[in-house]
């Protein structure tokens, strides 16, 4: 029998995170034993061992790790599910953009302003998060669209629309000899002992390896490069965060960055058309970006 209730997924998602039986079962508000008996039940069901217990620890399995990547793409879509039926039932909700804080700041103040512009078009509500959640808050439906980068974000399932192309700037303490610099490379950004490069959480939450500090918010970053302990590359449009102390330099050799619109695909939701429809006039009238050879699909209204 294949059919997995969501109960369990939530179970199992929260021994697979905690990695400790009676985490888990505090994080739920339920007690131990039935915990461990439901873990167990579930691996009888699916014929094989999800969790390794022994008196080190609990860790996955291959199998385990398969599941929870699963089980919260699963969860994700239930919770999603529940809140778009009920928005769709609210006429007049606003339509809800995430962002990342500081990113994109000029091309949304432009789209916004393109929207309030054009009667009859939803209200928007800007929601405004840290690096690497706008794939979440999009897959849970707690956000209608978002304002995502390639390729740096997790745009896999979406439905996007290119907006603009741009350079990256090495973000830089003002005091530090290559603030002084009118162009850098990557390497000459990797090598500087001093100033080492700050690490962003992957998406599975753990950190690359390095010297540098782990960040998971704009404003530690900000107080970090202006201590002199860190620098980063970014998108040039995120220096409309940059403090007094900080300086960019733009890197001649770093890949650039497309920022797009994404949103759920299969999208039928009128308002979400509009927008698309609005930020692709922006994007004809500013700055052209090239075509992708899988284009998003604009929702149908209706």
């Known amino acids: ?34 915990l461990s008996r439901a873990i167990r039940q579930l691996e009888q069901r699916l014929g094989v061992q999800l969790l390794d217990r022994d008196r080190r620890g609990t860790t996955l399995t291959d199998a385990g790790r398969v599941l929870l990547r699963e089980a919260r793409g699963a969860l994700d879509a239930v919770t999603a599910a529940a809140r778009r039926t009920r928005r769709a039932g609210d006429p007049k909700r606003p339509l809800a953009l995430v962002t990342k804080a500081g990113a994109s700041h000029e091309l949304l103040q432009r789209l916004l302003h393109a929207l309030a512009s054009e009667p009859g078009t939803a209200p928007v509500e800007v929601l405004l998060c840290e690096v690497g959640e706008q794939a979440r808050l999009l897959r849970d439906g707690r956000a ?9 974000d997790d745009l896999a399932g979406f439905d996007t629309e290119p907006l603009c192309v741009e350079g990256q700037v090495a973000l830089l303490p003002a005091g530090h000899p290559l603030a002084a610099r009118r162009h850098l490379t990557l390497a000459d950004v990797h090598d500087v002992p001093d100033l080492p490069i700050a690490r962003w959480p992957r998406l599975d939450g753990s950190y690359p390896d390095g010297p540098g500090p782990e960040v998971r918010t704009q404003s530690q970053l900000a107080q970090l490069v202006a201590l002199g302990k860190t620098l980063l ?6 220096r409309a965060w940059q403090w007094p102390d900080h300086v960019a330099v733009p890197v001649t050799d770093a890949p650039n960055v497309t920022t797009v619109l994404a949103w759920p695909p299969n999208s039928h939701s009128p308002a979400i058309a509009s927008l698309v429809r609005s930020a692709a006039e922006l994007r004809t009238t500013a700055s052209p970006a090239p075509q992708t050879e899988s284009p998003g699909r604009t929702p149908e209204a209706g």
């Open 233 to 238: 590359v970014i998108p040039a449009s995120s």
């Open 144 to 152: 209608d669209v978002a304002l995502m980068h390639q390729p740096f």
């Open 1 to 34: 029998m294949d059919d997995l209730e969501t109960r369990e997924l939530r179970y199992f998602v929260a021994v697979a995170e905690e990695l400790h039986f009676g985490r888990a079962a505090d994080r739920l508000g339920i007690a131990q034993p039935p």
